[in-house]
């Protein structure tokens, strides 16, 4: 069993930045990808990043060149580094976890963005 705490969200102003974190406790040894989804009020929840094993990245392009997801060296948190905020960007961003057998979800951080 895996277990995902996201914290870092808050209100931050346009051009602002935020750092989220998302700390992985219990059968860490067993995930294979982790990511960072958003849902914003009214929309669906969308993929925003998401890495797997030690390098590798996915953005989606409404991101690229704004957001920066990392991992810590002993690989138990999981980072997004968010720059030059939008108030589109306003969401419940929610951290996961990809395992061999099964799939885990955090239970979400707010992240609003004013003008």
């Known amino acids: 069993q895996v277990q995902l705490v996201e914290s870092g969200g808050g209100l931050v102003q346009s051009g602002g930045s935020l750092r989220l974190s998302c700390a992985a406790s219990?059968?860490?040894?067993?995930?294979?990808?982790m990511s960072w989804y958003r849902q914003a009020p009214g929309k669906q929840r969308e993929l925003v990043a998401g890495?797997?094993?030690?390098?590798?990245?996915y953005y989606t392009d409404d991101v690229k060149g704004r957001f920066t997801i990392t991992r810590n060296n002993t690989k138990n948190t999981v980072y997004l580094q968010m720059n030059s905020l939008r108030p589109e960007d306003t969401a419940i961003y929610y951290c996961?976890?990809?395992?061999?057998?099964?799939?885990?979800w955090g239970q979400g951080t707010q992240v609003t963005v004013s003008t």
């Open positions: 996961s976890a990809e395992g061999t057998l099964n799939g885990y």
């Open positions: 219990g059968s860490i040894l067993h995930i294979n990808a």
């Open positions: 890495i797997r094993g030690s390098a590798a990245t």
